[in-house]
């Protein structure tokens, strides 16, 4: 099995789901999983460097042991043997969390963070720590676009999204507090989830914010997802074991969404999009659009307010104490917050709590919303691009789902997300699902 060129759509056998079926009838092994994506490693690193820290052997022990445990007829479950990138703001135990600040290239973690631990628990191969910008905000990672050269990979989940995208791992944890698990995702043509707010445990991740963190998977498929998520969420009716084979047959019910920023969208990626729509009403999907509340015109600026604000709170020791070691942006946010009045702060805290009360009934009878993934292809790498497409739905805490479009003029990757209402994440990968499939068969 061999699979070493970047694929927009991933071959079947590399996803999580081909390769259960491979380890459970003895065609392959979680170490020869694993020995693939190292040789990936080999091919990639030091061109794209998504890793922080890498533990070649450690990895390879426990793709050994877990080959023994099939041996003996112990299957974990779907991530049994799946090599996985963490993001470097979850603890590992005994692994520095550093969250992309060198002053704390020595911050030990006691514990395993709850997401780490459910997946060492659920037999997934933690092969070691990938790249976050600096406190998951919005200053250039070191990590280089795989597509092309000069171009961001996006942030903060910067090495998650390249090493998915590279096969150097076969999903990874990131996360988001405005578009870092969704732009990254579709700049480098992976799919990417950013599960319903608080349903995937923040303990042992370092923060940015209190109210607006979201923990979640990338991986190359929308399945994949599913499978990750559902270890993840605990809410979720579905199993993972369901999940990797699971084919819905319903079309979805969709809305599209009028208003949303599209002066600061690329023409090409909106259309892209309405072409995707297009295709799936052919199937029967039942489609319609619909202008956005005149309350949602302001959120970008109180999503602003509320990151600054909490970010300034949850860093101020360290914007006091170390600010030479500050990259900008990340200090620009700081100092933006530390400004910032309470009157103004509980104004945005008022706005957000009555928009998240009314706006699920604005999707009427729609299962799920759809729209751009990011406002287009990835911008040049002094930048981490534009969240204007995600930070609403990660201030309204809703569950969204991202996967590749197609590429653009330059050859970049773009993608489709769909929104779906909070806690209906079951909803949202069955309409997922089976919007990726029929756009496949469409293109392929």
Known sequence: MSDTELRLFPDERWTISGLQRSLRSGETTCEGILQHCLEQVDRWESKIQAWVRLDREGALTQARELDQQL??????????????????????????????FPPYANRMAA?????????????AVLMGKTVTTQFASFDPPITK????????PGGSSSGSAAAVATG?????????????ITRPASFCGVAGCKPTFHSVSLEGCFPFTHSLDHPGPMAKSVRDLAVITSHLCDHLMTTSEQWLELDPQVPPRIRQLRGL????????????????????????????????????????????????TEAADIHHEVWQNQP??????????LEEGNRSSAV??????????????????????????????????????????????????????????????????????????????PGEEDSLFRAALWCEKVWRREVE
């Open 344 to 421: 103004d702060f509980l104004a945005s805290r008022r706005h957000q709590t009555e928009l998240k009360k009314h706006f699920t009934e604005w999707f009427g009878d729609a299962e799920i919303l759809v729209c751009p993934a990011t406002a287009g292809g990835a911008p040049g790498d002094d930048s981490t691009g534009d969240p204007c497409m995600n930070s609403p739905w990660s201030y309204l805490g809703l569950p969204t789902v991202n996967f590749p479009l197609g590429l653009d003029r330059d050859g970049l990757p773009l993608g489709v997300q769909l929104v779906a209402r």
């Open 261 to 308: 920023f599209e002066e600061r969208a690329d023409p090409e990626c909106r259309e892209l999009v309405q072409r995707g729509v297009k295709c799936w009403e052919t199937q029967q999907a039942k489609a319609d659009d619909r202008e956005l509340p005149t309350e949602f015109a302001p959120i970008l600026t109180h999503h602003r307010m509320l990151m600054a």
């Open 324 to 333: 030479g070691d500050m990259l900008p942006k990340i200090s620009s946010l």
């Open 168 to 180: 150097m791992c076969i999903a990874a944890i990131g996360s988001q507090t405005g578009g870092s």
């Open 111 to 123: 514990r395993d963070s709850v997401v780490v631990g459910i997946l060492r628990q659920s037999g």
């Open 71 to 100: 041996k003996a007829g112990h299957w974990f479950g779907p991530l049994h043997g799946i090599p996985m990138g963490i993001k470097d703001l979850f603890d590992w135990e005994g692994w520095p969390t550093a969250a992309g």
């Open 145 to 152: 676009n795989p597509w092309k050269a000069g171009r961001t």
